[in-house]
């Protein structure tokens, strides 16, 4: 049986967490003389994960694939109830993040520590996150029937991450170019 919603999981996993990385890669060179490209790229990348894992990737793994597990695997369930409460938590930790970065652009330097430590910790936080699905949840996936497959498969399959197909959708265009243009590798393509 065909598994697509496996690897969709697992590369929409991989865009985040290059997201992330890079994120942290723009905290240690800091803004210095492109203040304004700096904090543009951050802003998109912190609007990248509100947009895409949180409102379209977690409520499919919370609606979708975690009740699946749960019916074949419930030793699973206390996992699944810490992973659920991180997507809870997940959405207004990236809002809260948003607004720092703001106060830091708008008010300046002494609300850059506060910025840089919590994103730091959001980094940490979603990093580990990705690893327990994929090493605690994502092996008891072989347990689903051909029906849970189909069901999960259709289901990832829409609203697929731009990022990770790099299918063209007009409306997240000026997002996807600010991001991939305009930051430094693994996800973007400029200067190091």
Do not use: C
Not at 79 to 105: F, K, S
Not at 149 to 157: K, Q
Not at 161 to 188: E, K, N, Q, S
């Amino acid at each position: 049986m065909p598994r697509p919603a496996l690897q969709i999981i697992r590369d929409e996993h991989a865009a985040v967490s290059a997201v992330l990385r890079s994120m942290l890669q723009m905290l240690e060179r800091g803004p210095d003389d492109e203040p304004i490209r700096f904090f543009d790229v951050l802003r998109a990348m912190l609007f990248y994960i509100d947009e895409f894992p949180e409102r379209r990737h977690h409520p499919k793994e919370s609606d979708l694939l975690f009740p699946k597990l749960v019916r074949v695997a419930p030793e699973l369930m206390t996992v699944i109830a810490q992973l659920e409460d991180d997507h809870v938590r997940g959405e207004h930790r990236v809002r809260a993040l948003q607004h720092q970065l703001l106060a830091w652009e708008l008010l300046g330097d002494s609300r850059r520590a506060a910025f840089e430590d919590a994103a730091r910790t959001y980094v940490a936080f979603y990093l580990a996150h990705m690893r327990t699905e994929e090493t605690q949840l994502l092996p008891f996936a072989e347990r689903l029937s051909p029906q849970d497959w189909d069901e999960l498969n259709t289901a990832f399959a829409q609203h697929v991450d731009p990022l990770v197909t790099g299918t063209h959708d007009p409306a997240y265009d000026r997002l996807f170019t600010r991001i991939v243009m305009r930051t430094p590798a693994p996800i973007g393509v400029g200067a190091e």
